[in-house]
């Protein structure tokens, strides 16, 4: 014959108890949360930074073949044909651009941003890009000297680019805050000035530029030049 268990239901969690224990889960779960989020932010900026070395390849990769740097994408709208497309020779003026990346077979966005669905959605995390206007002009010759507009500078506004480095380009990211830091979000087509540098707190965008004497050296090992 069975035996009848006489104790009675086991013990529940108390309130206090139960309390403790989420505290302890939540201590547990921002342990290994943060670390991870930490490491994933740290691929995504190695991602942008080999993607950027790619795009100052691909922008010289096409001085190689048309003899001039390609012009920014300024077509808004993602429906039209030319979204995405460097903008016809004369560069439109005054209007701040992005990378052509279908002129250039690059991806349109940095590891933040993503694709545009309408003519109003916003740039997240779309590549900025602004050449030298006398670089895209006509055929770059021995003769062809930037205007010296565009200029970089570091956190502390020591210029980075001299009058021998002079910039002929400037492409950047946004960021994982996804917006314009530092010079980056006061720069202007009259004051092209960048800001480049390690990650602050209040700075996260990665940067490359072209210099003059890079692109010269390299259009006159191909013979272009």
């Not at 390849?57 to 995405?84: K, M, Q, T, V």
Request: overall charge negative.
């Amino acid at each position: 014959m069975p035996t009848l268990n006489t104790c009675g239901p086991a013990p529940g969690f108390t309130l206090i108890e139960m309390t403790i224990m989420l505290v302890v889960l939540s201590l547990l779960t921002g342990v290994f949360v943060a670390p991870l989020a930490a490491r994933i932010e740290a691929s995504q900026r190695r991602e942008a930074e080999a993607l950027l070395d790619d795009i100052v390849e691909a922008l010289i990769g096409f001085a190689l073949l048309h003899g001039r740097l390609p012009c920014p994408s300024i077509e808004a709208d993602p429906a039209s044909p030319a979204y995405g497309l460097e903008h016809p020779t004369p560069c439109a003026a005054n209007i701040p651009g992005y990378l052509p990346w279908r002129t250039l077979a690059l991806p349109a966005h940095d590891p933040w941003g993503g694709p545009r669905a309408s003519a109003a959605a916003p740039w997240t995390g779309h590549w900025r890009y602004l050449p030298d206007k006398n670089f895209t002009a006509g055929a770059i010759t021995l003769a062809t000297l930037p205007s010296g507009a565009i200029q970089i500078r570091d956190h502390d506004n020591n210029p980075i680019t001299t009058v021998e480095s002079r910039t002929v380009a400037v492409v950047y990211s946004t960021g994982p805050n996804r917006r314009d830091d530092g010079r980056n979000a006061a720069w202007s087509p009259a004051a092209p000035v960048f800001e480049a540098g390690e990650p602050t707190p209040g700075f996260d965008d990665p940067l490359r530029w072209i210099g003059h004497p890079l692109l010269v050296a390299r259009l006159a090992r191909s013979g272009r030049l």
